[in-house]
């Protein structure tokens, strides 16, 4: 079965980091660029962040950036997603994405470019 697993989620005060995971099962993460994107209650599913599979080139959407680096691993056939300076406002799920474009294009916020999805994993962030 081919899938996305993520881990690393958990529960952070503010300022906190945390590392999120994304492996591949039965999938080869190098012939995909990888999207994070995340769903907080009540809202839709918004893009985070994408590398792309070739020079691994990064987009972040406004929200992040200078706040969180994603990075892949092609040998271990994983992405990864490092947030830091965390707030309350990035409490959400967050899921990674494949899809078979070699790189990360203005519109990677459109779920439909999506071939494959994980399930996601929790981020709380509480005082």
């Known amino acids: 079965q081919l899938r996305l697993v993520e881990s690393g989620g958990g529960s952070v005060q503010p300022g906190g980091s945390l590392r999120l995971s994304c492996a591949g099962s039965?999938?080869?993460?190098?012939?995909?660029?990888i999207t994070w994107f995340r769903q907080a209650p009540g809202v839709g599913r918004q893009a985070v962040s994408c590398?792309?599979?070739?020079?691994?080139?990064?987009i972040y959407a406004d929200s992040v950036k200078g706040r969180f680096t994603i990075s892949r691993d092609n040998a271990k056939n994983t992405v990864y997603l490092q947030i830091s300076g965390l707030k309350s406002d990035d409490t959400a799920v967050y899921y990674c994405?494949?899809?078979?474009?070699?790189?990360?294009?203005?519109?990677?916020?459109?779920?439909?470019?999506?071939?494959?999805w994980g399930r996601g994993t929790q981020v709380t962030v509480s005082s």
């Open positions: 994405a494949a899809t078979p474009r070699t790189g990360c294009y203005a519109d990677y916020g459109q779920l439909r470019l999506y071939d494959y």
């Open positions: 039965g999938l080869t993460l190098a012939t995909y660029a």
């Open positions: 590398i792309g599979n070739t020079d691994a080139s990064a």
